[in-house]
């Protein structure tokens, strides 16, 4: 296994207490939404598959973090977090879960497919690698409308050897799109180590090959990833094109909810498990803008309320009427 | 009006006028700005005119370009993504089938594809078989996509004005067999559409409507003329112009008239668009007592090299004739046209 190096241009960032503060309770929403969905999918009260994303929150807020409202991401079937972090309300999150009316996608889309084009959520997407020359086609139309937005890509490692991402990261290379393109490598595509499908050290290395910057991030490490996404995010707006980051990180879970994992170790659970990117984030926190027990408490406890509110709104949602499987099948 | 029109400049005339009315659409795809101007020149001074950012040449990527497609078209644009043949949308068959084709489902009606996937195609001159497929099955078979086949240069034109306003994701399948072919289309700027989902009748006849689109509908009418002079047949021709959703109402309509139908396409006949239409018009006339249904499709074979071969497979003109002499033949209602039919259905 490939121990993720920290990254050495960490003294860059200025994160004042507010967004520090910010940042940090996107992370606890993202670890408390999963959680709380984890238990209700083995009680056997959502339907469909799960994949749980606790462990990688520092990614997806990291580099949404460094987003603005009207930028596009695309994401994966584990992107309960990039959602979230986009700003997506618990609530309706929750009530998409359960196959409800109030629902993002009114019961038609479920986990794997929760969009918001309100927030610029174009799509989770249950196809491995299908979001990133969507993210591409976004970045094209920011491009030919000139505004200054940006499109970003959430895959997993599983994604870099599809045709999918040789082709749409080399469409936004050549033509300068706006687009940063994020690889959260947890090491593992299903029971695939990421190293049996890469003969290269780091899927960084071959951003050389489409002539554009890669940076190789340790993805559990909130600052790190905040800052490379800013510096992506940054030339993609100025029309430099795009970026491709590499943040190394780790499921807790298995790949779906219920995946007993017989692939991996204990022992690399553990190890990875004390790299949890919120203890960490909150030592960087108490050694930079402060933060105390108090303050954990209070978002922990916020975030509690709104989780049991959000499940709370979904059960007491209305089924979607069934005629509403035959709508918008068209536009 | 102008009376003799290339079925290829119906077509740039309608991506130019669609370009010069709304600045959101753009083409992009493989060798489709100038010089090239496209492998089958269909976009022939187009970049010139509207610079190479609007007509925009793509890398070898069919992935990329269906998917910067939806991409695009999902954040306010109305892209024209051009893939140089038919058989090559197989490449990029997740982008149109489970993304394009899904996405407002999926989110709920929030998001629309407002995409228009221009493709060319088609059998008849030995370009075997990975370049010469009939695959527009694939793509009837998905909710969420239209799929359109025009046969004459005024629906070409009309057609794939609609198309690009259209907010759906739309296969705009060109056969090239009809590029060549000339008809009568509106002066240019002469703004006409021709209304997706509604079919034309090319003909009318009242003993049998064959049912029909792109390339096959001149063989249709073909084989109606030579039906009306050898056995006084009077055949209605329907041209189906958008394959999905497909003109029921039409379709039916016709066939409650004649109380024969022919479906008669190129694709192969197996799982093909006539097999729903024939099962489709025998569920909804069940009341109808005589009822003849046939089909006419490709043998089940991919397309042969040999220009022998290849006209074995692939059926026209005279696979609509024999189709409909036995079909009417086994009816046996028509009288002397039956009977005529009788005749010739040992030489069919
Ligand atoms: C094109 C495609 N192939 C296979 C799958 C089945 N599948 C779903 S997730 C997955 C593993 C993906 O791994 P990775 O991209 O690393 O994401 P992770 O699950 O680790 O977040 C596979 C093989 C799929 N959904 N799409
Ligand atoms: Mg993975």
């Known amino acids: 296994m490939t121990r993720p190096k920290r990254s050495d241009k960490k003294g860059e960032t200025r994160l004042d207490r507010t967004t520090a503060l910010d940042l940090y309770t996107r992370m606890v929403r993202i670890r408390q939404f999963e959680e709380k969905a984890a238990r209700l999918y083995e009680q056997g009260l959502l339907p469909g598959f799960l994949h749980s994303s606790v462990g990688q929150e520092a990614v997806a807020v990291g580099v949404c973090g460094a987003l603005r409202k009207d930028d596009y991401i695309t994401s994966t079937h584990r992107g309960h977090g990039h959602i979230i972090a986009k700003g997506a309300g618990l609530d309706r999150m929750f009530a998409e879960l359960y196959g409800r009316e109030t629902g993002f996608n009114r019961g038609l889309g479920g986990s794997m497919h929760i969009m918001d084009f309100e927030l610029g959520v174009l799509g989770a997407n249950g196809i491995v690698g299908a979001g990133i020359p969507i993210a591409a086609g976004a970045g094209l139309s920011i491009q030919l409308r000139g505004t200054d937005q940006v499109a970003v890509a959430f895959f997993g490692d599983g994604a870099i050897n599809t045709g999918a991402f040789h082709e749409g990261i080399n469409l936004a290379a050549i033509w300068d799109l706006p687009c940063v393109f994020v690889c959260e490598n947890n090491l593992y595509a299903e029971s695939t180590p990421q190293e049996y499908v890469l003969r290269i050290p780091a899927l960084t290395e071959r951003a050389r090959g489409y002539g554009i910057p890669g940076e190789l991030v340790d993805g559990n490490d909130l600052v790190a990833v905040y800052d490379a996404a800013r510096r992506a995010v940054e030339r993609a707006r100025a029309g430099k094109g795009p970026t491709l980051l590499e943040c190394r990180t780790y499921r807790w879970y298995g790949h779906y909810i219920g995946d007993p994992a017989v692939y991996r170790p204990q022992e690399e659970v553990e190890y990875w498990k004390a790299r949890d990117p919120i203890p960490r984030f909150e030592a960087w926190m108490k050694e930079h803008v402060g933060f105390d027990d108090a303050d954990r408490e209070a978002v922990w406890q916020a975030v509690a309320a709104e989780v049991e509110a959000a499940v709370k709104f979904a059960e007491e949602s209305p089924l979607t009427p069934v005629e509403a499987a035959l709508d918008c099948v068209y536009s | ?348």
């Open chain 2, 1 to 348: 009006m102008r009376d003799n029109v290339l079925m290829r400049e119906a077509l740039r005339e309608a991506l130019d006028e669609e370009m010069a009315r709304d600045e959101r659409v753009f083409l992009m795809g493989e060798d489709i700005a100038d010089p090239m101007g496209g492998s089958y020149k269909i976009t022939l001074g187009l970049s010139t005119k509207y610079g190479k950012h609007r007509v925009r040449n793509t890398p070898i990527s069919e992935i990329a370009i269906v998917g910067a497609g939806v991409g695009a078209a999902i954040t306010g644009m109305r892209p024209v993504a051009e893939i140089m043949y038919v058989d090559f949308l197989e490449v990029a068959m997740d982008q149109v089938v489970s993304q394009a084709a899904k996405i407002r489902y999926m989110s709920g009606g929030q998001l629309s594809v407002p995409l228009v996937i221009r493709c060319q195609g088609g059998p008849g001159r030995s370009a075997a078989a990975q370049h010469s497929q009939m695959l527009e099955a694939w793509f009837f078979h998905v909710p969420g996509l239209k799929v359109v086949m025009p046969s004459t240069p005024y629906d070409a034109k009309g057609l794939l004005k609609a198309a690009i306003r259209d907010d759906n994701p739309v296969i705009f399948f060109e056969q090239n067999g009809l590029y060549n072919t000339r008809g009568p289309v509106p002066d240019p700027g002469e703004d006409y559409t021709v209304p997706l989902g509604k079919a034309d009748i090319k003909r009318e006849g009242k003993d049998v409507t064959i049912v029909a689109y792109a390339q096959m509908t001149l063989f249709a009418l073909q084989a109606a003329e030579q039906l009306a002079k050898e056995d006084g047949v009077e055949a209605e021709v329907v041209d189906l112009r958008t394959v999905s959703p497909w003109d029921k109402e039409t379709v039916l309509r016709s066939f409650r008239k004649t109380g024969a139908l022919v479906v008669a396409h190129q694709a192969v006949r197996q799982g093909g668009v006539g097999a729903e239409i024939a099962a489709t018009v025998y569920e909804e006339a069940l009341d109808l007592v005589d009822v003849e249904i046939a089909r006419v499709g490709a043998k089940f074979a991919p397309t042969p090299f040999a220009p022998h071969l290849e006209r074995y497979v692939i059926p026209g003109k005279d696979e609509i004739v024999a189709a409909v002499r036995t079909t009417l033949e086994r009816g046996g209602r028509f009288g002397a046209v039956g009977q005529a039919a009788a005749q010739r259905a040992g030489a069919v």
